[in-house]
């Protein structure tokens, strides 16, 4: 055998080597390697582009390591809108942003919801390299509504609110808040045509008299507009919140003073109808009603009582009760002078005065006016008790039948004469001795 060389020379994008194989003697075989040196790879690459309704979108096709292949773009339907720097198709709204060996970027003002959909770049290798671009296209929701149930809401009574955002794509998210609280509502979404999206929101809460004037906010996020909302002011009624007000007299009530309430009520609506009563009694002769307060004059003890101011309005009425109890009329204690006659002494029990004002629930005397009283009057009966006690026992101990010692021996005597002289002991010291029954 013998070998001799077959030399094959291949296509490749530099010079390829030569290389020199045996060859058999029944077989002839040719085998060509192209050993190349490796060649970088051409990446085709571009953006996703999201864009609101009206506004400008820009598709950048970008190459690394580009061999003076070409760039271009094309629309969703294939057509080219940029071959290189050159723009075929009639569209002005498409402008070139920049064009080099490794980018080609365009503009597209005014969107349309038409204009949504694929870009293709396209680069021409052996074979094409392609890369997408998706454009949407947003479109803010309107302005959001509100609307109430109703207009006016009474204390402890349930409203219902609704907040809407029309035509927005994607689909909108209402959040609610009342005052500085997140609150939560109930959202329906509705799609209509091209892919537009109505979003209504429902929420539904307790009202209290604190809620008055408070504002509740509809909320709307969406990726196209930022701080979209819409709010109201919620108005509640409430029935009147009612007190009484002493004016004068500033301390004590006391016989023979004038007095004057007065009775401060507020609700929504402001009551209209305010009024005096005495509970259980009628009013004194000498009160006088003006408006909202109630004047009685030269109070004295039969005042005494419970009196009671009514207030309403429309939502339901409201009262208030002071608890009147006069107290005696300050006296002027003499000034003690010397004398030299000596009188008998006399104690004077002083009883500490009541300072409680006459509200309800410390309107009668204070307690312990009443405690030392009984103390007092509980010391003397115990007193006369033990003096009855002592005094009878003492009667008891001189009380009976009384025995007289009668002569022993005289039952023998002839007369009674001789019979005391003949008695044993004798009376001779009669004299001497004497009962007394005190």
């Not at 096709?61 to 940029?82: A, E, F, G, H």
């Not at 006296?331 to 030299?340: G, Q, V, Y």
């Not at 005289?410 to 001497?432: K, L, P, V, Y």
Request: with cysteine; hydrophobic share 35%.
């Amino acid at each position: 055998t013998h070998t001799h060389t077959h030399t094959v020379a291949a296509s490749c994008a530099k010079p390829a080597s030569v290389v020199t194989l045996p060859v058999l003697p029944v077989v002839m075989m040719s085998v060509c390697l192209c050993l190349c040196p490796a060649v970088q790879s051409q990446n085709l690459v571009t953006d996703n582009v999201a864009v609101v309704e009206g506004e400008v979108a820009v598709i950048s096709c970008r190459v690394k390591n580009n061999d003076d292949s070409v760039i271009q773009l094309l629309n969703p339907n294939r057509q080219t809108i940029y071959f290189r720097d050159v723009r075929p198709l009639k569209d002005a709204r498409f402008q070139l942003v920049n064009f080099s060996d490794n980018e080609l970027r365009v503009s597209l003002s005014n969107v349309t919801l038409s204009d949504e959909g694929r870009y293709v770049c396209q680069l021409y290798t052996d074979p094409p390299q392609e890369a997408y671009a998706d454009i949407t296209v947003l479109i803010p929701p309107g302005n959001p509504i509100i609307e109430s149930r109703e207009g006016q809401v009474i204390e402890g009574n349930e409203t219902e609110m609704t907040c809407t955002a029309m035509g927005s794509k994607p689909a909108a998210t209402i959040r609610w808040m009342k005052g500085d609280k997140e609150l939560q509502g109930k959202s329906k979404v509705e799609e209509m045509y091209d892919t537009m999206f109505t979003v209504t929101s429902q929420l539904t809460f307790t009202v209290t008299k604190e809620d008055d004037g408070v504002p509740v906010v509809c909320i709307v996020d969406h990726p196209a507009v930022k701080d979209v909302q819409a709010q109201t002011y919620l108005v509640v009624h409430y029935k009147p919140e009612v007190k009484i007000v002493v004016e004068f007299p500033d301390g004590l009530p006391r016989e023979g003073q004038n007095m004057e309430l007065s009775c401060q009520a507020k609700g929504k609506p402001h009551p209209q109808q305010i009024n005096w009563v005495k509970v259980d009694d009628d009013l004194p002769s000498h009160a006088l009603i003006t408006g909202p307060d109630l004047y009685i004059e030269n109070l004295n003890k039969t005042y005494n009582g419970t009196y009671r101011c009514f207030a309403a309005n429309s939502v339901g009425e409201s009262y208030d009760d002071y608890i009147l109890y006069v107290y005696d009329a300050p006296t002027t204690t003499p000034i003690p002078t010397t004398a030299t006659t000596t009188t008998p002494t006399t104690t004077t029990i002083s009883l500490p005065e009541a300072t409680a004002d006459s509200r309800a629930g410390e309107g009668a005397p204070r307690a312990v006016d009443h405690a030392v009283i009984g103390g007092v009057v509980a010391v003397v009966v115990f007193a006369m008790l033990c003096l009855l006690i002592i005094l009878g026992r003492y009667f008891a101990r001189h009380k009976g039948t009384y025995f007289t010692h009668e002569a022993k021996g005289a039952d023998d005597a002839a007369d009674a004469d001789t019979a005391i002289i003949n008695a044993e002991g004798g009376h001779n010291n009669s004299d001497e001795k004497k009962e007394y029954y005190i």
